[in-house]
């Protein structure tokens, strides 16, 4: 029989929740309320987010039931939380701990507790909700976790003069036609008494056994095993319960019109007083009832369900409802929400287009990439009589939720070369989305640091709420990776990764692109060069070079390098300049004749990120080769030839001159020497003038060669029949003087492992742990002195717990030279001579007692470092010098008790020749062994 959709509305009752606050708790914004057969609270995002909460069921006498997934689903209640942390508990008015008066008025009492972390303490807020409600005969609720049926009694009872025993003569096994006749033999046998049939029973009853039917078979139990699987199976005073979670071993999978149900049908046995009473119950909720197809949600609901008609003949459907959270919705509201409804007499059918009013969009990740679901709950509610149980009201609520659905972000260029900046959007997203950084390059920046670093990061919204990023950076910015292309053109390209965050699920995900733009705005670096006492490059940059470095030869040019190979080099932002001497091994000499010696300087711009050679300059400038050929009175020629870049497979061993026989006098990998006479080695000799030339030629040839691969010619020229003339004049030696610069003296404060200064603790087993009973030796020296004159004195030595001298707490040791005295006193030794000390006056030697260390009235355990001041003084002169008078100079520091041990530490901070400080490398002291703290431990790991 078909209905017209809310062609009438059933008679609602105006239900007002009275809410009761626990003494001490403020509640606020906890809302109550009672809708339907539930009382409702909800908790905002706001009061939860990133919280802990905990509901509990609170009983008649005022104890506390953790509501656990098992509990909840056993007892009728619901915790859901949606996408954006909002937190809704639902409680069925039949649920366990439920306070019920004439089954008309209920109490539902909870407890909510909400902690940060992992803090047990927090907010406790109690909350009583009264409401009234009036039932139908039967009411069948599928719950998003649970199925709950009640009804009012209609039970078969036998009457027996005694009640059995659980045990007694029942098997688990039996089903309920077999308890039955067991129960009435059992009677029989002890009064001859017939039952009765068809009675209602008021008061409570004894719950005693649940018999389940199966497709094939029955099973019974005992409640209390029943319950132990998760059942809720109760009675009030006028409506017996059955509860049951979807998945329950005894549920049985159901397809009606194509829909799929769990349905649970049971025979629960009752006792009371005199009676047995057996009651049929059956829950049956749709478990497959949505699909989704092209955007749109499908919801199919049957009407007739068999496990609820059982034994009735005449079905009439009288109402059908259709809402969202709870609430029903007009024919108005539906047709505006652009929901589509069928209802006939078979089934129930909506369909939700996706982002339909009632519900909400939310983002989320699927295997790191970005997509949105659709999330509404809906409520669809039967009301049809039948000539078995009269009136049923058959409720479902069902949260839906579309699958994922992918939407990558779209990446927009919208670059404009003339701003000379990266201009580039992401999005669209939802709200709930939040840009939290931004990798450029191999640096990743927190969008909050973003427009301190020279990017800028904004937001574009939409008309319809969703979101897109921008993202500006300058194409000059560090990240941004350049390329020069010859001659004139620039690629830019922005390397980004932006990384998300979902809020409040706190999913994390990336999206990586690339953007590149070509400009001609290239200015390729250039040169000017400048031959004289060194060859000389003045390279000026350009706008293609920001990552570029000058090499000459294989040789980066540096401040390091510069004075490592000995020639000059200045920079600035806009150029640097290069300056070698023909002398220097970075050079290349190309060739030498009588005009001079030609010499090449190299110089190449590398991208070192690349390693790719970007820009070649050289200079060539000859000098004149009077240190390379000499030509003496005597007639003696000396030549040096270098081997040459031109030629670099030449053998100098190899080299000649034009008389084969005449080979170097010396040669070695870079030079060879000739030294010849001028009437020897094939040389010749012409006149010109006044002038006469004597010319020969060294030569070198590759192997089965006659024309030479390499050829100097040697000319020596030689003035006759000339006049020369010398002036001579005389001049007094200078006056003698003396130069004198400044060294600082080198101090060095040692710790020994013990009392005979023998050994000490190297630089590598720092930090030295020590415990607070064990003294520690200490030694400063002054090194490299052999003056038997000096004398060193300690002025002042203290403690710190940092290594900086002036930080506090701080621990005297000695003061203005003498010990300091506590309860445990600093101890001077004495220094005397054996393999190790050559100079016992320039050590000095103290111990210091661990228990001299106390903060806040406890002995300090921790990291501590010593620091010294000392002086130096003539030991032949003491009195002289007002610094070296002092009351404990040189007396006791002169004197000791007994010897004492060092440590290696740091080099000195010279402030003047006589005052200086030295200062040791970090100890850690400790209590005593085996007693060490769990914090000194956790520092020491640290370190």
């Known amino acids: 029989m078909e209905v017209k959709l809310l062609s009438k509305l059933a008679l609602l009752v105006i239900i007002c929740a009275v809410e009761v606050w626990a003494q001490g708790s403020s509640g606020a914004g906890i809302l109550s309320s009672c809708q339907r057969s539930f009382v409702v609270i909800n908790l905002p995002a706001g009061n939860v987010l990133n919280r802990k909460v905990q509901f509990s069921a609170i009983d008649e006498f005022g104890r506390a039931f953790l509501i656990g997934n098992q509990l909840a689903s056993q007892c009728g209640y619901t915790i859901s939380y949606d996408a954006w942390g909002n937190i809704e508990f639902r409680a069925s008015l039949l649920s366990c701990y439920t306070q019920i008066r004439n089954d008309s008025y209920f109490t539902v009492s909870v407890k909510v507790d909400i902690s940060t972390g992992l803090s047990t303490v927090g907010e406790s807020n109690k909350r009583s909700v009264d409401c009234p409600y009036k039932w139908r005969p039967r009411e069948v609720v599928c719950e998003t976790s649970y199925m709950e049926a009640s009804s009012q009694y209609e039970l078969d009872f036998t009457a027996t003069l005694g009640i059995m025993n659980e045990t007694d003569g029942l098997c688990q096994s039996d089903g309920p036609s077999q308890i039955f006749q067991k129960v009435l033999s059992k009677m029989n046998q002890k009064t001859g008494l017939k039952p009765f049939q068809k009675q209602a029973v008021s008061g409570l009853l004894s719950i005693w056994q649940v018999v389940f039917h199966l497709t094939s078979t029955r099973k019974a139990m005992l409640v209390k095993d029943a319950q132990k699987l998760g059942y809720g199976i109760n009675t009030t005073e006028a409506r017996i319960i059955l509860r049951a979670p979807y998945n329950a071993t005894e549920a049985r999978l159901q397809r009606v019109s194509e829909v799929g149900f769990s349905a649970v049908r049971a025979t629960v046995l009752y006792k009371q007083r005199w009676f047995l009473l057996m009651a049929d119950t059956a829950v049956s909720c749709p478990v497959d009832d949505v699909t989704f197809v092209d955007g749109k949600i499908i919801w199919t609901v049957p009407k007739n369900i068999p496990d609820l008609l059982i034994g009735a003949s005449m079905i009439k459907i009288t109402h059908t409802e259709i809402g969202v959270d709870l609430t029903t919705l007009t024919k108005a509201e539906l047709l505006n929400r652009s929901y589509l409804v069928v209802d006939n007499s078979v089934t129930t059918s909506i369909t939700i287009p996706y982002g339909s009013l009632g519900g909400y969009y939310k983002s989320r990740t699927s295997y790191g990439e970005y997509g949105i679901f659709y999330h509404i709950r809906m409520l669809l509610q039967y009301l049809w009589e039948d000539n078995r149980r009269g009136v049923t009201k058959y409720t479902v609520i069902k949260d839906i939720k579309t699958p994922f659905d992918a939407r990558p972000p779209t990446i927009t260029n919208e670059t404009i070369i003339s701003s000379r900046e990266f201009n ?520």
């Open 424 to 943: 580039v959007t992401i999005g669209t997203f939802l709200p709930d989305v939040e840009l939290v950084n931004l990798t450029i390059g191999l640096v990743t920046i927190p969008v909050s640091e973003c427009n301190k670093l020279g990017c800028m990061i904004s937001s574009r919204r939409h008309p319809n709420g969703s979101i897109t990023f921008i993202l500006k950076v300058p194409f000059d910015d560090s990240n941004v990776e350049k390329q020069y292309i010859p001659e004139y053109t620039h690629v830019y390209t922005l390397n980004v990764t932006f990384g998300f965050l979902i809020i409040p699920s706190m999913e994390t995900f990336t999206k990586r692109t690339s953007v590149t733009i070509t400009i001609e705005d290239a200015v390729p670096p250039t040169a000017k060069e400048a031959c004289g006492s060194s060859l000389t490059l003045n390279v000026t940059r350009g706008n293609v070079d920001t990552n570029w470095v000058p090499y000459i030869k294989n040789v980066p040019v540096s401040l390091d390098s510069a004075q490592k190979y000995g020639f000059q080099y200045s920079s600035s932002n806009t150029n640097f300049i290069v300056s070698v001497p023909p002398s220097s091994s970075l050079v290349a000499y190309d060739s030498v004749s009588s005009l001079g010696l030609k010499i090449t300087l190299p110089l190449t711009l590398m991208d070192d990120s690349s390693g790719l050679s970007k820009y070649k300059f050289s200079i060539t400038c000859t000098y004149p080769a009077n240190e390379l050929i000499q030509c003496f009175p005597n007639g003696t020629i000396s030549v040096v030839v270098m081997k040459l870049a031109a030629v670099p497979d030449m053998d100098l061993s190899l080299l000649q001159l034009r008389a084969r026989s005449c080979r170097p006098a010396l040669y070695s990998d870079t030079n060879a020497i000739f030294i010849f006479r001028v009437n020897t080695c094939e040389t010749s000799r012409q006149f010109s003038g006044n002038i006469m030339t004597y010319e020969n030629d060294v030569l070198y040839f590759r192997s089965g060669s006659t024309v030479p691969a390499y050829q100097l010619r040697v000319s020596c020229n030689y003035t006759i029949n000339n006049t020369m003339y010398f002036r001579y004049s005389f001049d007094y030696n200078p006056a003698p003087s003396a130069q004198t610069t400044n060294d600082p003296l080198v101090f060095i404060l040692r710790l020994s492992k013990d009392e005979m200064y023998n050994t000490f603790y190297d630089t590598s087993e720092y930090p030295v742990v020590k415990y607070l009973k064990d003294p520690l030796y200490f030694e400063v020296e002054l090194l490299h002195s052999q003056d038997l004159r000096l004398e060193l004195f300690l002025e002042n030595c203290w403690a710190t717990a940092s290594p900086e001298r002036g930080s506090v707490p701080m621990w005297n040791v000695v003061v203005n030279s003498c010990e300091f005295s506590e309860t445990y006193n600093t101890i001077f030794h004495p220094v005397t001579s054996n393999n190790r000390v050559k100079f016992p006056k320039l050590l000095k030697r103290f111990e210091v007692n661990m228990f001299t260390f106390m903060n806040a009235d406890q002995a300090y355990a921790g990291k501590i470092y010593f620091h010294c001041s000392v002086v130096i003084c003539n030991s032949e002169t003491l009195s002289s010098d007002p610094i070296c008078t002092r009351s404990c100079i040189p007396n006791r520091q002169r004197l000791g008790i007994k010897p004492s041990v060092s440590l290696p530490g740091r080099s000195v901070d010279s402030l003047s020749q006589s005052d200086n400080f030295v200062s040791s490398e970090a100890l850690w002291l400790t209590p005593e062994s085996g007693l060490e703290t769990a914090q000194f431990k956790s520092n020491l790991a640290i370190q």
